[in-house]
């Protein structure tokens, strides 16, 4: 089966830009995950989705970062405005419903100037 | 919320030797332990993982082992080959059935290098 697809790979912008990035999870999987990356780091949870409804974000920067996933499917991540702290791996991850096995795309590395 | 530390931040073996890397969570309803694999520039891969009901799992030079009065779990690779030199993460989670969505907090990682 064809793996959690990201785009782009890679993406180098100046503070104070705004950037997308987008995840096409493993079809037929329910839930949705975006990761940060920061290097050295662990990755660390931003939001969840279950379908189209978010599960969880508590730990999602809103005043700066916006997540949607319209129909179930796709996702994209925004960061509007960007800040240099936001230079990270943004991964997204995927899982069948009730399923515990997280599936990892190759992710977009994002840097900030 | 759950907090998992993990020890050593870096590890070095000889071909052959064993490795293992030991992790602790702060969360006593955490009950679904996984083990990624990082290969530099690559997605994380789950190489194992360990449900809150079993002590011990193997998979041919991979084993974990969970000891849920003390919270911690181990990594443990036998055997170990170049091929095994990666960044390797333990993470913890409350599992689906029990309300937490699965959301999985990692560990800060662990650099193996098997030297030859």
């Known amino acids: 089966e064809a793996g959690v697809a990201q785009s782009p790979r890679y993406k180098i912008i100046e503070k104070r830009q705004s950037v997308a990035f987008w995840c096409n999870p493993i079809?037929?999987?329910?839930?949705l995950y975006w990761y940060q990356q920061i290097l050295g780091q662990g990755p660390k949870l931003l939001i969840q989705?279950?379908?189209?409804?978010?599960?969880?974000d508590s730990q999602l920067p809103k005043d700066r970062f916006s997540a949607e996933r319209l129909k179930g499917v796709d996702s994209t991540l925004k960061i509007q405005p960007a800040k240099l702290e936001d230079s990270a791996v943004y991964l997204c991850?995927?899982?069948?419903?009730?399923?515990?096995?997280?599936?990892f795309g190759p992710g977009t590395r994002l840097t900030v100037l | 919320g759950e907090n998992v530390e993990q020890h050593p931040s870096t590890l070095s073996v000889q071909e052959g030797d064993s490795a293992v890397i030991k992790c602790t969570y702060s969360?006593?309803?955490?009950?679904?332990f996984p083990w990624y694999k990082q290969e530099l520039g690559k997605r994380p891969q789950l190489i194992i993982d360990?449900?809150?009901?079993?002590g011990e799992k193997k998979d041919q030079r991979i084993a974990v082992t969970l000891n849920k009065t003390a919270k911690h779990f181990s990594l443990h690779i036998t055997e170990t080959q170049p091929e095994d030199s990666a960044v390797y993460f333990c993470?913890?989670?409350?599992?689906?059935?029990?309300?937490?969505?699965?959301?999985?907090?990692f560990g800060t990682g662990t650099q193996l290098k098997v030297e030859l």
């Open positions: 991850a995927s899982s069948p419903y009730g399923g515990h096995e997280q599936f």
């Open positions: 079809s037929g999987h329910a839930t």
């Open positions: 989705f279950q379908n189209n409804g978010v599960v969880d």
């Open positions: 969360d006593s309803a955490s009950n679904y």
């Open positions: 360990i449900r809150s009901n079993v």
């Open positions: 993470a913890a989670s409350r599992g689906i059935l029990t309300g937490g969505g699965n959301k999985l907090t």
